[in-house]
């Protein structure tokens, strides 16, 4: 069983910065996609950004040049800088990791931590 623990949100003001991080733990494959996701109230979960234990990353495009993903293999762990936050990033994020060539859907996720981004 694979667990996810993540930390590192908050309240910030627009123009802000925050950093998120996600510990993994249990049984994991070497080979593996690790990223986040984000949903508003009211709206679908979204892809945020991904990145694969080689270090290919995607990202969404409304967080192209804000956001920065990048992971310690050694230490199971992601992370996901948030720099010049808008209102609109306002969301629960959540950690995901999956398989590489599954649906992340049907891989793991973490609890969620907010992310509010208000004056």
């Known amino acids: 069983q694979v667990q996810l623990v993540e930390s590192g949100g908050g309240l910030v003001q627009p123009g802000g910065s925050l950093g998120l991080s996600c510990i993994a733990s249990?049984?994991?494959?070497?080979?593996?996609?690790m990223g986040w996701y984000r949903q508003a109230p009211g709206k679908q979960r979204e892809l945020v950004a991904t990145?694969?234990?080689?270090?290919?990353?995607i990202y969404a495009d409304s967080v192209k040049g804000r956001f920065t993903i990048s992971r310690d293999n050694a230490k199971k762990t992601v992370y996901l800088q948030l720099n010049s936050l808008k209102p609109e990033d306002t969301a629960v994020y959540y950690c995901?990791?999956?398989?590489?060539?599954?649906?992340?859907?049907?891989?793991?996720w973490g609890q969620g931590t907010q992310v509010t981004v208000s004056s």
């Open positions: 990145i694969s234990s080689g270090g290919g990353s």
């Open positions: 995901n990791l999956h398989w590489v060539g599954s649906d992340p859907a049907s891989g793991y």
């Open positions: 249990g049984s994991i494959f070497r080979i593996n996609v």
